[in-house]
C-alpha cells in the first residue's frame, strides 16, 4: 500500500492538487444529486496492489495466470451485489454506467433497432438514446416524458407510442426524475410488444438496496447502475439480471447463449479489455456495507432529507419540478423568477454550495443556460446532516438565489455554509489518500 507521505515526497504537485480536492470536499456543501462520499474503507480498498493485474475473462476463467486473488475480490463482489439486489446474476466489471449502458444495448439489441428511453430534457441520460451519445447514433431511439401538468411520466402517451414504434426495448430509469419508478406497468407493456424491459437505477440504485424505492429487479430482463451514486461506492458500473434465460440466438453470436452469458461476453471482449480488479475489490467493500442495517437508516434519511427540503423551498415560494420528490433529488424550476440555470449555479457556487444546473420538461433554455437546478441530498447526509440542517440549507440557497448580483453577500453565506459544514467532519487530516 503506497502510503501518503510517500506520495508527498515522490510528487508533491499532485500530492498539493489532491489535498486541495480534500479540503474543498471538506469545506463545501455539496447537493450534486449524483455524488456522494465513499467511507475510508472503500478509498482504501481502491488503492491496493489489485490495479497490476490483468484479469480478463471471469472469476475461474481468466485469460492470464495467477487469478487466484483477483478471483476472490470479484467472487465477493458479485456474491454481495447478488445478495444486495436478490438477484441470480452481476457482473462488476463495468468501468462505468456508460459501458454497463453500451454492454447491455450490444447485448439486446443491433445496430439501427428501436428502442425507448425518457428524454434527456425530462431527466433521462445521455445514453438512453441522446444524439450527442453513441446510444443515439447506433440506434433508432423514440422517446418518452413527463407529462406538463404533472411533472410525473407520461405513461398513456408512453403506451400509445411505443404502440407505434414497437421498440425491442425499453429503458427506464432517469438522472433528474424526482419520482420513483413502479415498473409493472412498463413489464405489461414490454411483453405486450415483445420488448426487452431494462431499468438504469444509477441515481437510486442506494434507494433500492435501502427499500426506500420499489424494487426493480422483479420487473426487468436486465437493471444496470452506477456503484458511486445514492449507492456510496467507488465509480464504476454494474449490471445485474434475473432472467432464467433459455437459449437465445442474440445479434452478434455465433452460438445461442442466454442473455446473462451474452451480457458477460458483451461487457468483455465486447465493449471493455481488462477488468479494474482494484475498483472491483472496492465495490466489494461497499456492497458489504450496503449489506448493514445502517445503511438502510442512511437511505431512509437521505429521502426524509429530501423531502424537507423541498417542502422548505415549495415554503420559500420556489417551484418544484412535480411538485416534490419521493426520492433523493429536487428539480428546482426558476423559470418563473426570471433566473437561469447557470446563473443560479454560479452564484451558489460562490456561497459554497455545489449544484448543477440542468434542463426542466419543456425548457425554453439551451443546454448550457437551463432554467433548473437539481439538488439533491446524498452527499450531506453521509456526512451526517439531518432534517432540521435541511431547512438551513433551503434559508442559505433562497438568500444566494435573491442576491445573486451581491458579491458581498454572497461571501457572508459563504462563511455561513462554512460554519454549518466544520460540524459535519469529513476526511480528517491525516490525509485519508490510500486510495491513491
Ligand atoms: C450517471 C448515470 C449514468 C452514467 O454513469 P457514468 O459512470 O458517469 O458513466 C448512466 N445512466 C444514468 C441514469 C446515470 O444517472
Known sequence: ??????????????????????????????????????????????????????????????????????????????DRACRLFGCRWANVQPHSGAQANMSLYYTLLKPGDTFMGMDLAHGGHLTHGSPVNFSGRTYHVVSYGVAKETGRIDFDLLAKTAREAKPKLIMTGSSAYPRVWELAKFRELADELGAYLVCD????????????????????????????????????????????????????????????????????????????????????????????????????????????LAESLLSLGYTLVSGGTDTHLILMDLSSKGWTGKAAEKALEKAGITVNKNMVPFDPQKPMTTSGIRIGTPAVTTRGMGEADMKKIASVIDKTLKNMENEAVLTTIKSEVAELVRSFPLYPKPLVLRGV
Open 201 to 308: 437505477m444509477a441515481h437510486f440504485a442506494g434507494l433500492v438496496a435501502g427499500k426506500v424505492h420499489p424494487d426493480v429487479v422483479p420487473f426487468c430482463h436486465v437493471v444496470s447502475t452506477t456503484t458511486h451514486k445514492t449507492l456510496r461506492g467507488p465509480r464504476g458500473g454494474l449490471l445485474i439480471s434475473n432472467e432464467p434465460g433459455g437459449e437465445l440466438l442474440l445479434p452478434g453470436m455465433l452460438k445461442p447463449k442466454t442473455i446473462t452469458e451474452a451480457l458477460d461476453s458483451w461487457v468483455f471482449p465486447g465493449v471493455q479489455g481488462g477488468p479494474l480488479m482494484h475498483v472491483i475489490a472496492a465495490k466489494a467493500v461497499a456492497f458489504g456495507e450496503a449489506l448493514q442495517p445502517e445503511f438502510k437508516t442512511y437511505a431512509q434519511q437521505v429521502v426524509k432529507n429530501a423531502k424537507v
Open 1 to 78: 500500500m503506497v502510503s501518503d507521505k510517500q506520495l508527498q515526497q515522490s510528487d508533491p504537485e499532485i500530492y498539493a492538487t489532491i489535498d486541495r480536492e480534500r479540503i474543498r470536499q471538506n469545506n463545501g456543501l455539496e447537493l450534486i444529486a449524483s455524488e456522494n462520499f465513499v467511507s475510508t474503507a472503500v478509498l482504501e480498498a481502491m488503492g491496493n496492489v489489485m490495479t497490476n493485474k490483468y484479469a480478463e475473462g471471469l472469476p475461474g476463467h481468466r485469460y492470464y495466470g495467477g487469478c487466484e486473488c483477483v478471483d476472490e475480490a470479484e467472487r465477493f463482489a458479485i
